[in-house]
């Protein structure tokens, strides 16, 4: 049984196709992290979906792609979905906190430290910490590739038991997805070159990653010691079969 896990969660889990937040699916991932609680296990939820809440409260402005117009709806986005886990935790009697990072936390050994003491104190007192990318202040090398990477290194600062990656998709497979003929892979060695010939690098409408990324990011955390259980994030009850070790998507281990 795993004791302590970072969960990352996609933009395509948390909003539906017209890009507004998707409160069921939230509602259905809060109820299965309580149940992880319950059952004992210290986790940290990365959250993507700020910039889609954002686009849903300041609709019609020009999405050109601009920094400033991402940091705009990050800003206001980022309240509005930190509103709703508050409330869909509070149905479970459980707290949840803000973390922002950019990469330069992690690089700066005073931020790091910071950060790092500030997570065991809210694992310690049984608080959700929900971290995102700080939008606002994060522009070109102070960004993540995406909410993975960030996974990733707070899997690692936190020496985690396992990371958690939620996506649109099963996990990684041989194939396009949407080809019927492509099988899933469900366990990947951390760096099989043959595996990567297989992965897609196009990137999931609605996020900046790709399966490309998830893949680079699950070898990078793998082989430190920590697997990384790539599924996907509308699949019913998925959360419950990482303690029961019958996981339905990807495992990308050491």
Known sequence: MYHRLVIKVGTNVLTRP?????????????DQIAALKRAGVELVLVSS??????RELLP??????AVAQRQVYSAIGQVRLMELY???FAGHGLLCAQVL???GDFRDDLHYDNML???GALLRDEIVPVVNENDVVAVTELMFTDNDELAGLVARMLQAEALVILSSVEGLYD?????STSKLIARVTAGDASVEAFVQSRKTTGGRGGMATKLRIATETALEGIPVLIGNGRRPGILATVLTGSWP???VMQ
């Open 49 to 54: 979906g700020a910039v889609g809440a954002g």
């Open 60 to 65: 019609g402005r020009p999405d050109d792609g």
């Open 86 to 88: 508050r409330q869909l």
């Open 18 to 30: 017209d890009g507004r937040l998707d409160v069921t699916s939230i509602s259905n991932l809060v």
């Open 249 to 251: 998507g990807t495992t």
């Open 101 to 103: 990072a950019t990469k």
């Open 117 to 119: 003491n500030c997570f």
């Open 175 to 179: 194939g396009p997805p949407e080809d």
